[in-house]
């Protein structure tokens, strides 16, 4: 059996939590390929809102294997903190969490050179959510990392103050102040608590449950346009948020990679600095946000917001080989009398094209929209498609057209409960 990729399509926060949340009873396994606790995946249901940083977003379910894939860099300490805050939901994540060996290890000092190296670009800063994911990443490819399985090891707090030490000379060249002892600590007490869960190869079990005929759904974090080749460089995140990344951060053969769900907001979101060329900066960007609740769910930060890119979208979709596709927070735009979309942009130099320029952080970008009537309605307790507005099935159905891919679901609300199904889902089960 094939396993599912799910990945978000635009600038992250597009609402991946809730909808493999949603997906999960059709899976055995639900398994995070890449990033960090920079990620915010947010779930809804029974009237209580959870936000996941680090583990998968199947941990609701107790009948399903949640992996943390080799592609992540972990935090031992958000990680403590997250299992301890789901005991009180009675999950029994020491029976369904799996953590891969080979799952690169954030430490304090990393968080540290993150604030520096942030703080040195002055006004070329990147926006980075200082969880220390880029250093770890750095330290990665630079082969002088620490992963999870160095917890077993004997002399790994000698390791730690090797790696640490190199560290605290990058951070005094930075003058930056480093007050490690309470940090430290922490850390080690929660390195010894993660000793006690299922430390393994993970790409064996994942593979195992190819071969065995189990049905796998592949967890991506941030977005497709903050992928670390082709995102909006400098301004992206550190590891591979494209499908692509769903092999390497799992240790599966690109042939075993099935369906490829592709997850949008109805409109554009961005944290952070970086290219946004659809952003509005007046009272329409103002109520997209509100009405959105467009705050970081990681930092807390408010998003900036604009009308749906199709030139972004079309690119993300390419690269993904998406082939369904599903739109996220339907509702915010239930307030619009008229809806924009772009569909093109205007160059500096009076040429109009539907692709994403290279130097897109560089050039100035004029978007060329297409205005569609909104449905300036409430989609509340709506549970068919059928029953959706005309307005938001003609939305639908030009989106389509443009794409490409089939829209299968959207998302009318936060709840699980507030979804809807269209046309054929296919999924690996």
Known sequence: MKIDVLLGLQWGDEGKGKIVDFLAPKYNMVARFQGGPNAGHTLEFDGIKHVLHQIPSGIFRADIKNVIGNGVVLDPV???????????????????????????????????????????????????????????????????????????????????????????????????????AEAEEEFFAAVEFIKQFNIIDSEYLVNDAITSEQSVLAEGAQGSLLDIDFGSYPYVTSSNTMAAGACTGLGVAPGNVGEVFGIFKAYCTRVGSGPFPTELFDETGDKIRKEGNEYGSTTGRSRRCGWLDLPALKYAIMLNGVTQLFMMKADVLNIFEEIKVCTHYKLEDGSVVDTLPFDIDAIKIEPVYKTLKGWHTSLENIQDYAQLPQEVREYVDFLEAELKVPVNIISTGPDRTETIIRGELVTAS
């Open 78 to 180: 958000i990680l403590k903190k997250e299992i301890e805050g789901l005991e009180k939901y009675n999950i029994d994540t020491k029976a369904n969490l799996y953590i891969s060996k080979k799952a690169q290890l954030i430490l304090p000092t990393h968080r540290l050179l993150d604030a520096a190296y942030e703080k040195a670009k002055g006004e070329s800063k990147i926006g980075s959510t200082l969880k220390g994911i880029g250093p770890t990443y750095s330290d990665k490819i630079a082969r002088q990392g620490l992963r999870v399985g160095d917890l077993l090891a004997g002399n790994f707090r000698e390791r730690y103050e090797e790696l640490a030490e190199k560290h605290r000379t990058i951070l005094g060249f930075y003058n930056y102040p480093l007050g490690l």
